[in-house]
Structures are given as structure tokens and as C-alpha cells.
């Protein structure tokens, strides 16, 4: 059973996070970057005044320990359970404020790491002056990470990494890398592998950007070649990295900021789509007989069956439980809306929904839907191939048997 209402206390959290939003966000964090005439997503800190206003908004939040809000309070995080941490990411999401990113690695470290690894680790990450990628796909081990080659050899207190990853999200920004690599060539391939830390600045760490098809180079290739990094580095147990790597302490995956997100999306693209034909300058197609009004009506319906997925996987969390498949299912549906949202948008701007040249003053919305029709591709590859997400649902969620 799904329980879609907030209880009186769950209530009361949405109204603060709201009125801190609305109260404390500098104003300059309201508009959308595109909006404000600067390139949105990537990786790494803003620059200009939308840096300096996004550190004062992290010094705001951090004073509530929302940076982490899964973290424990030692640690600067808010102690939010799972339900808390969906109110928190759900009303972000519709006020469209930015939410400070904290990597993964700082909740596998709280887990596993020592003592001296919190110090030294954490506390940066809370203010924001590290940036980290992972270090895990290599051209030969994607789907099969196991199967990693990137070997480390023990000289003394060191390991001496070699070896490459590929994928490496933001590695051009970072200056840390999480990775797993391979100590024990001669175990089983879930076995011999550590997890490891490692700065970027090192010697004989090389990144190398993958211009991908929308002209963003936000993947890397990442190649170590005699790469020296502390044993101390190695969190949890050497050659027990395999599980290490599995590990996350902020439970909360119910995707329900990119559900609202994708909401979003849509009405910014329906209220473009009435505005042009209403000008007509000949950038909707909402008047022509053929057009596509019925699919843009499915993608409305789809944006909300979005959202009720992630409602069942917090649902699920909230009682204790784990989302298995269900996590899957949401993952597997939201990459594919994503994908169908942005060929709808190209199909509703005609000739105009092509173009993506941001400074070309006939470009929609800075050419915005063109560049989503082709960063999305990747959507259903990253994160687990949809093919993945199908395998869990029918072994997992449907008892079939495995091919």
C-alpha cells in the first residue's frame, strides 16, 4: 500500500524546507542557468556570481545539516530517514532550487572507513572543496564490472596502480577518485578487488575527455600508470572491495526530483508551444492538423505514473523495507520517459526542434530539446543498462528463471 499524503509532522518538514527555499536561496539561484544566459548542468563548481551565491546557499543549508541529510549529525549531516530525505528532494524539486552535490563515496566511507578516513574525507566533502568521479568501468568491464583488470600491486605502504577506466563522469573537474581495482589477480573475480582513494593530482594519472555526441565532454578515460596511493587508502578490507563498493548510506533512490523534474519539462515546453503559436513565429506545430498533441497528452500521463513509482519505492522505504526490482523498474522507466519526452519536443517544433546552437536567437529555448534528444540516449546506458533493469524485474520481480 502506498501512502500519498504526508502526515502531520512530514507536513511541518515541508513547510520549512519550503520557507527556507523561498526565504534564504539567493535570488540569482532561482532562475534556471539557461535563463540566466549560462550553461546549466556539468560537472564541478559554478563560476561567477552563481558560484559565490551557491556557497552561500550550501552555508545555509549546511547550518541544517541538509547538504547530507542522511549523514549522521557527528558527521554534518541532518539524520533524516527515508521519508524525510523523499519531503526534502520532492519540495527542492518543485521549488526548483539546487541542492549541493555530495558523492556516494562519503556514505560508503562512513560505513567502512576508519576513523582517520572520516576525518580526513568527510569534512570536505560537507564544504564543498572536493570534487570526486568514480573510478569503476573499463572499456572491457562495463556491465561486467567484475571482470576489471586495473591492477594495484603492494610496494611497501603504497599500492602502484596500473591500468584504465573509462566512463569517468566529471574526472576533468575532480580532483579525488573512488575506484576499484584488482590486488589479488589470482582469486575469483567478485574476490581480489579493494576499494581505493586516490587524488587526481598524482603523478602518472592522465584524463583524457570523451566528446560525446551533443558536444559535452563530461565522460573521461582515465589511465594510471605507476600511480603510487597509500595503503591507508584502501577502505574496508583489501581484496573485500567488491562489497564495499555495493555499499550506500543514503537509502533514499526514489528518483523523485527527476520525476518532478520531468514535469517540469513539459510545462515549460507546453507553455513555449502556446506562447510561439499564439506569436506565430512558426515555432509550434500545436495548430497543425498532424500534429502530435495526443503523444504530448501520453507524456503527461507518463510524468505521473513517474512519480507514483518513486512514491512506491519511498512507500516501501518508509515501512523498513527494501526496493529491489522496484528500484529497477523505476530507473528502467524514468531513462525511457526521458528519451520519449525529447522526441516528442522535436516532433512538436517542426523544422526549429534541430536546432542547438545556444546563441542562435532561432534556437527553442537555446536549443535545449535538440541537445536533450541527444544526451539522452546515453539515459538507458549509464547507471545500469535498461537490459539490466529488465533481467532484475523478471528474475527478481516476476520469479522467472534466468536465461
Same mark, same amino acid.
Given at each position: 500500500?502506498?501512502?500519498?499524503?504526508?502526515?502531520? %509532522?512530514?507536513?511541518?518538514?515541508?513547510? %520549512?524546507?519550503?520557507?527556507?527555499?523561498?526565504?534564504?536561496?539567493?535570488?540569482?539561484?532561482?532562475?534556471?542557468?539557461?535563463?540566466?544566459?549560462?550553461?546549466?548542468?556539468?560537472?564541478?563548481?559554478?563560476?561567477?556570481?552563481?558560484?559565490?551565491?551557491?556557497?552561500?546557499?550550501?552555508?545555509?543549508?549546511?547550518?541544517?545539516?541538509?547538504?547530507?541529510?542522511?549523514?549522521?549529525?557527528?558527521?554534518?549531516?541532518?539524520?533524516?530517514? *527515508?521519508?524525510?530525505?523523499?519531503?526534502? +528532494?520532492?519540495? /527542492?524539486?518543485?521549488?526548483?532550487?539546487?541542492?549541493?552535490?555530495?558523492?556516494?563515496?562519503?556514505?560508503?566511507?562512513?560505513? !567502512?572507513?576508519?576513523?582517520?578516513?572520516?576525518?580526513?574525507?568527510?569534512?570536505?566533502?560537507?564544504?564543498?572543496?572536493? +570534487?570526486?568521479?568514480?573510478?569503476?568501468? %573499463?572499456?572491457?568491464?562495463?556491465?561486467?564490472?567484475?571482470?576489471?583488470?586495473?591492477?594495484?600491486?603492494?610496494?611497501?605502504?603504497?599500492?602502484?596502480?596500473?591500468?584504465?577506466?573509462?566512463?569517468?563522469?566529471?574526472? !576533468?573537474?575532480?580532483?579525488?577518485? /573512488?575506484?576499484?581495482?584488482?590486488?589479488?589477480?589470482?582469486?575469483?573475480? !567478485?574476490?581480489?578487488?579493494?576499494?581505493?582513494?586516490?587524488?587526481?593530482?598524482?603523478?602518472?594519472?592522465?584524463?583524457?575527455?570523451?566528446?560525446?555526441?551533443?558536444?559535452?565532454?563530461?565522460? +573521461?578515460?582515465?589511465?594510471?600508470?605507476?600511480?603510487?596511493?597509500?595503503?591507508?587508502?584502501?577502505?574496508?578490507?583489501?581484496?573485500?572491495?567488491?562489497?564495499?563498493?555495493?555499499?550506500?548510506?543514503?537509502?533514499?533512490?526514489?528518483?523523485?526530483?527527476?520525476?518532478?523534474?520531468?514535469?517540469?519539462?513539459?510545462?515549460?515546453?507546453?507553455?513555449?508551444?502556446?506562447?510561439?503559436?499564439?506569436?506565430? +513565429?512558426?515555432?509550434?506545430?500545436?495548430?497543425?492538423?498532424?500534429?502530435?498533441?495526443?503523444?504530448?497528452?501520453?507524456?503527461?500521463?507518463?510524468?505521473?505514473?513517474?512519480?507514483?513509482?518513486?512514491?512506491?519505492?519511498?512507500?516501501?522505504?518508509?515501512?523498513?523495507?527494501?526496493?529491489?526490482?522496484?528500484?529497477?523498474?523505476?530507473?528502467?522507466?524514468?531513462?525511457? /520517459?526521458?528519451?520519449?519526452?525529447?522526441?516528442?519536443?522535436?516532433?512538436?517544433?517542426?523544422?526549429?526542434?534541430?536546432?542547438?546552437?545556444?546563441?542562435?536567437?532561432?534556437?527553442?529555448?537555446?536549443?535545449?530539446?535538440?541537445?536533450?534528444?541527444?544526451?539522452?540516449?546515453?539515459?538507458?546506458? *549509464?547507471?545500469?543498462?535498461?537490459?539490466?533493469?529488465?533481467?532484475?524485474?523478471?528474475?527478481?520481480?516476476?520469479?522467472?528463471?534466468?536465461?
Amino acid at each position: 500500500m502506498v501512502d500519498f499524503a504526508d502526515n502531520a %509532522e512530514q507536513a511541518a518538514f515541508r513547510k %520549512e524546507v519550503r520557507a527556507t527555499i523561498q526565504d534564504r536561496m539567493p535570488e540569482i539561484l532561482k532562475a534556471r542557468p539557461d535563463e540566466a544566459g549560462e550553461r546549466g548542468g556539468g560537472w564541478g563548481r559554478p563560476t561567477g556570481a552563481r558560484g559565490e551565491a551557491m556557497d552561500v546557499w550550501r552555508a545555509t543549508l549546511n547550518e541544517k545539516g541538509w547538504v547530507a541529510p542522511a549523514w549522521p549529525k557527528q558527521y554534518g549531516g541532518g539524520d533524516l530517514d *527515508a521519508v524525510q530525505q523523499y519531503v526534502m +528532494n520532492e519540495t /527542492f524539486a518543485e521549488e526548483r532550487a539546487p541542492k549541493p552535490r555530495v558523492p556516494d563515496v562519503g556514505s560508503t566511507i562512513m560505513v !567502512h572507513g576508519s576513523d582517520a578516513q572520516k576525518q580526513e574525507f568527510l569534512p570536505p566533502m560537507i564544504a564543498g572543496t572536493t +570534487n570526486w568521479c568514480q573510478g569503476y568501468s %573499463e572499456p572491457g568491464s562495463g556491465s561486467d564490472l567484475a571482470s576489471l583488470q586495473t591492477r594495484a600491486e603492494r610496494d611497501g605502504d603504497d599500492f602502484v596502480v596500473n591500468g584504465q577506466k573509462i566512463w569517468t563522469s566529471g574526472a !576533468h573537474v575532480s580532483n579525488m577518485i /573512488f575506484m576499484l581495482v584488482r590486488t589479488d589477480p589470482e582469486a575469483p573475480k !567478485h574476490r581480489g578487488i579493494t576499494y581505493l582513494l586516490s587524488p587526481m593530482d598524482v603523478p602518472g594519472i592522465t584524463v583524457r575527455p570523451l566528446v560525446q555526441m551533443h558536444d559535452a565532454a563530461e565522460f +573521461n578515460e582515465t589511465f594510471f600508470e605507476d600511480v603510487r596511493v597509500p595503503v591507508s587508502n584502501a577502505v574496508g578490507e583489501i581484496n573485500r572491495g567488491w562489497y564495499v563498493g555495493a555499499t550506500h548510506l543514503d537509502f533514499e533512490r526514489s528518483s523523485i526530483g527527476q520525476a518532478v523534474g520531468q514535469l517540469q519539462m513539459l510545462d515549460s515546453l507546453k507553455n513555449f508551444l502556446i506562447e510561439e503559436r499564439d506569436s506565430g +513565429n512558426g515555432r509550434s506545430r500545436l495548430n497543425e492538423p498532424d500534429a502530435p498533441r495526443g503523444e504530448f497528452a501520453d507524456r503527461y500521463i507518463e510524468a505521473n505514473v513517474a512519480k507514483t513509482l518513486s512514491q512506491r519505492v519511498i512507500s516501501m522505504q518508509g515501512r523498513g523495507l527494501i526496493p529491489n526490482y522496484e528500484a529497477s523498474m523505476t530507473k528502467l522507466f524514468s531513462t525511457e /520517459f526521458r528519451q520519449r519526452i525529447a522526441r516528442t519536443a522535436t516532433k512538436l517544433l517542426g523544422r526549429y526542434g534541430d536546432l542547438r546552437d545556444r546563441e542562435y536567437e532561432t534556437s527553442p529555448q537555446r536549443g535545449r530539446w535538440a541537445t536533450m534528444y541527444l544526451s539522452s540516449v546515453s539515459a538507458t546506458l *549509464a547507471g545500469g543498462t535498461s537490459e539490466i533493469q529488465r533481467n532484475v524485474i523478471a528474475t527478481r520481480g516476476l520469479g522467472l528463471p534466468r536465461g
